[in-house]
């Protein structure tokens, strides 16, 4: 199973999702008002509205961005296992449900418009919900299984034990930096300071401090591996920090990963497991007693993983 | 990068902190324009004094190894050479191992001196 399959299969399922509400559109043009209803209040009434090509063009816009986003989680190389669960087909089972709640919204609305004689006439009823849901939960399972499992990277031979003495002080400690986060940031602070003008000033402040957010936060992160286990602290103030104690640890590895496989970059939560993903590449990868996996990229993680297997090993 | 000190060594923990970064530099872990850990965030990792490690990073400063910045905290110098650093690291053993044989500090400089003028 190539990478471009493993693209198309959690990319597509958007654009498909979208067909129904852009066929029917096209297809029941002049019997759609030419303002129609987009949003709709929990009673069903009509919240706001748009042109109809608007609405056409929102539909095929979503599908593509959605696609894309999704694709590129999709399309990924041999990884080390960060989680218990094969976050693969997880991404395969969120893709699939997200696509089905969003091709069965969008073709509600459509539907829903059909034959109104204005946008204020149309109504979707709040049961429309429970049947997205229903189609969102069969797309899901759906989406599990068609997903092929992960190609796993071969093991790397198990992290060698650094010996450390009784009474020994050892401390070891990366850096690791993301030009990605810092760019990112930077553009969202711009962005925020060129949109406060046409978009107003509330848009403009929530760009600037998500920008600061992550410049701050996502730009760089401080591990430290010492008798106390595993602290990554994050960002240039060095919090918060997120700490693994060593009696917590049951095992250690490192391998290569990658940021597709927590669907991101940043502090990552995924089904048995999370992480602090500023990069793809060499990571350090701790298993805690209950299962749950915490990966950490880092340079020199083998290092590291020595020292910490080294610290279980010490009669102290 | 690499720290590990014992306080049963003869040698004071700050220069054995020192030393870690030196042998860092020399071998390639730690590269020029890198920044070590904040003294507070290191002291408290290998549980000494902060006054510890920042006499440590003194010393390596006043070695012209890393430069020392109220706000950017510990930076090893841009443009450090390796080699240097593993020259500083066998200047270093050279006194430890003249110590240990009682030699006197005036001596071993004089031998040094005599070694460099030499053929």
């Not at chain 1, 990924?76 to 089905?100: E, I, Q």
């Not at chain 1, 091709?103 to 418009?113: R, Y």
């Not at chain 1, 996502?218 to 960002?235: I, K, M």
Request: proline share 6%.
């Amino acid at each position: 199973m190539g990478r471009t399959t493993g693209a198309i299969l959690t990319g597509a399922p958007h654009l498909v999702a979208v067909l129904p509400a852009v066929v029917t559109t096209l297809v029941a043009w002049d019997r759609l008002p030419a303002e129609m209803a987009s949003r709709f209040a929990a009673d069903g009434t009509v919240v706001d509205t748009m042109p109809r090509a608007a609405m056409l063009v929102a539909a095929i816009l979503l599908g593509v961005v959605m696609s894309a986003v999704f694709a590129a989680i999709g399309g990924r190389s041999p990884a080390a296992p960060v989680s218990s669960v094969d976050t693969m087909r997880f991404f395969g089972l969120v893709s699939w449900a997200t696509a089905g709640i969003l091709g069965t919204v969008l073709l509600s609305a459509v539907l829903a418009n059909v034959d109104a004689p204005d946008a204020a006439a149309a109504e979707l009823p709040m049961s429309r919900l429970l049947v997205a849901l229903g189609v969102a939960a069969v797309a899901g399972a759906v989406g599990y299984l068609v997903t092929p499992r992960s190609p796993v990277a071969p093991p790397q031979p198990a992290a060698e034990a650094i010996a450390v003495a009784p009474g020994e002080l050892v401390s070891w400690s990366g850096r690791v930096e993301s030009r990605a986060s810092l760019a990112l940031g930077a553009v969202l602070v711009v962005a925020g300071l060129a949109a406060a003008w046409p978009a107003g000033p509330l848009v403009g402040a929530l760009l600037v401090a998500v920008g600061l957010a992550v410049l701050l936060l996502g730009s760089s992160a401080l591990v430290t591996v010492d008798r106390r286990g595993l602290v990554v602290s994050l960002g240039v103030l060095g919090w918060p920090r997120l700490r693994v104690p060593a009696d917590d640890i049951a095992s250690v590895t490192t391998g290569d990963v990658s940021p597709a496989q927590f669907g991101g970059w940043g502090y990552r939560i995924v089904p048995g497991g999370s992480g602090v993903v500023l990069r793809r590449g060499p990571a350090l990868i701790v298993t805690r007693r209950s299962g749950r996996r915490f990966t950490v990229t880092v340079d020199d993680a083998r290092t590291a993983a020595g020292l910490l297997v080294g610290l279980g090993h010490r009669v102290s | 990068m690499l720290f590990r000190v014992d306080p049963a060594r003869p040698v004071p923990l700050a220069d054995q902190i020192a030393a870690c970064v030196r042998r860092g530099i020399a071998d390639g872990t730690v590269r020029p324009g890198e920044r070590l850990p904040p003294a507070r965030e290191l002291a408290s990792s290998l549980d000494v004094s902060i006054h510890t490690v920042l006499a440590g990073y003194q010393h390596l400063r006043d070695e012209g190894m890393i430069e020392l910045r109220r706000g950017r905290g510990a930076t090893v110098r841009e443009g450090l050479r390796a080699d240097r650093a593993a020259v500083l690291d066998l200047v270093h053993d050279l006194v430890a191992a003249a110590r240990r044989i009682d030699l006197d500090d005036e001596e071993l400089v004089e031998l040094v001196r005599h070694a460099a003028s030499g053929p």
